[in-house]
């Protein structure tokens, strides 16, 4: 009785045993594996809540400690040394905008130049091309207060001999985060295809020509993030502030190029928080508030930049 | 004797073959009054171009005619696309390249000591294999040569007439200000033939203008070629046979050298004649071959 009506239960029979074959294969993952997934996974994710704790810590307590001296009177006042309840960042505040100033209309000109000059014009085949560039590497790795006594010895004393004057830290921050813009800016150059310089070099177009035209326009978006991410450093550091004159107790508003010396928000922010008196701690809390909400707000503005504007190739 | 005849054998079909690929390919409308003189934008006498000392292209001799299409054919790493970018000394960007020999412009020494490379691209311009686009609206990258020349009056006017030249003026002219990124590959390459031709160049060299193209962009831009050449001398390489038996009067075809050892390797100008009889009747067995499909 060979026939297609007994073929058929013998082929379901095996259609089924292979379908069971295959969903078997499909569902056994080996348990070590599930279990080394898991593990993993977890590890990785405690590693971000660790980065995040630091940060939500520190949010909290500013904010715990803090949040009672938050007022206008913050960046009105003057400090005081026996009144916290008057006492504020006014000086501090103006200084620190003065400083950071000074720091972009150095940075910008010569950060952007010596990243045109290595990434456009430097033969990078020359031993001391590469020299500088391994330097510019190391130098943004160099601790902070190395800048200030560089700054004491070459600006406020030394060849240039200004004294303890705002533009002097102005400058000392600018030469600490100028290796941060050299490799920012040298990044979003080199993201500029090369099909776009010899398109515009074979249009006739000078070498000035196409780097004003088309590689700066195309890189401005990475420059800038670059930029503002080296500012926001500039403002937070301390350290080189101390060695160059950054006066703790500072009453009046600085300006640039006077001798009477001058403060920055982190500095003052130190005054307060060293002092035995409750009250100024809480007013040092309520600085930290301000210097956070301010360096977020341009690290996310430079990050928001960077989505908006950069060029996809 | 019989390994001799039944060669020559093949030789004849393959010739036949090619001979009848050619006559569906070639359009002899286009083609210019053969016999007449003309005259030479270029002439090379035995070029060489080396990349750090290494030879890449050796010996080159060849005139190339003005509102001509002149194509250089071969296999990969014969050296045409590297030729090709001495003509407007693109070369000059590249560290360590030299070129030597003689290589005349209108018959003036275009590596001479007075000739400024800048000035050399303007009056040749150069379409480049995968479409470059500035990363600006369709308009600026028209106006972008124009502009750095100083010619700003009439601007609109120059911009308007180069894309309907490029023939893609209906495509865009509603959208001038929007990003050439948003065009397709075909209409990118068109800008960029439009953008080269904005700045009114003598010849214009295009470096395999195609090869990322579909069939439908390609064919736009071979009829192109062939109106373009009215004004222009166009100088082309390509990959593709067809396309230089349909667009160009005249190919050049390069090989690949070995010396004895085969430790270097260079392109050597096998054959330069009228696109029909390299097509149809080469004079060199190597040509033969190639364009038969034989090898390559």
Known sequence: MEGPG????????????????????????????????????????????????GLLALLIQAFAKGSSALSLDLFTNPPSTAFPERAGFRPAIIGSLELIAGVILFVIPVGIGAALYLEEYADSTKWWNRLVEVNIQNLAAVPSIIY??????????????????????????????????????????????????????????TQWQTIRRQILPASIPGIATGVILAVSRALGETAPLLLVGATVFVTFDPTPFSPDGYSAMPVQIFNYAVRPQEDFQALAAAGIIVMLVVLLAMNSFAIWLRNRYEQRW | MATDESRAETGREAREAAAERAAIAVRPEFRSPSGGKKEKVFELNG????????????????????????????????????????FNRMNDLIPGAEVRGELLY???????????????????????????????????????????????????????????????WDEVKDRLDDNAFGLSGGQQQRLCIARCIAVEPDTILMDEPCSA????????????????????????????????????????????????????????????DETEKIFTNPADKRTEDYVSGKVG
């Open chain 1, 6 to 53: 007994a073929a058929m239960p013998r082929n379901r029979l095996a259609v089924a045993g292979a379908r069971a074959t295959t969903q078997a294969m499909l569902r056994n993952q080996p348990r070590g594996d599930v279990i080394r997934n898991a593990v993993f996974a977890g590890l990785l994710l405690l590693a971000v809540l660790i980065a995040l704790a």
């Open chain 1, 148 to 205: 200030g006594i560089l700054g004491l010895a070459f600006i406020v004393r030394g060849p240039l001999d200004l004294g303890f004057i705002l533009a002097a830290g102005s400058l000392t921050l600018a030469l600490l985060v100028l290796p941060m813009v050299i490799i920012a800016s040298r990044e979003a150059i080199r993201a500029v295809p090369d099909s776009i310089r010899q398109g515009s070099l074979a249009l006739g177009a």
């Open chain 2, 47 to 86: 070029v060489d171009v080396l990349y750090s000392g290494v030879t890449a292209v050796k010996g080159i001799s060849l005139d190339i005619q003005r509102k001509d299409v002149t194509a250089m054919i071969g296999p990969s790493g014969c050296g045409k696309s590297t030729l090709l970018r001495c």
């Open chain 2, 106 to 168: 209108h018959g003036e020494d275009l590596y001479g000591p007075n000739v400024d490379p800048v000035q050399v691209r303007k009056l040749i311009g150069m379409v480049f294999q995968k479409p470059n686009p500035f990363p600006k609206s369709i308009y600026d990258n028209v106006a972008f040569g124009p502009r750095i020349l100083g010619n700003k009056e009439g601007l609109e006017e120059t911009v308007e007439r180069a894309l309907r030249r490029a023939a893609l």
């Open chain 2, 213 to 272: 193209l579909d069939p439908i962009s390609t064919g736009k831009i071979e009829d192109l070629m062939i109106e373009l050449k009215e004004e222009f001398s166009i100088v082309i390489v390509t990959h593709n046979m067809q396309q230089a038996a349909r667009v160009s009067d005249r190919t050049a075809f390069l090989m690949v050298e070995l010396d004895a050892d085969e430790q270097n390797r260079w392109g050597r100008l096998v054959e330069y």
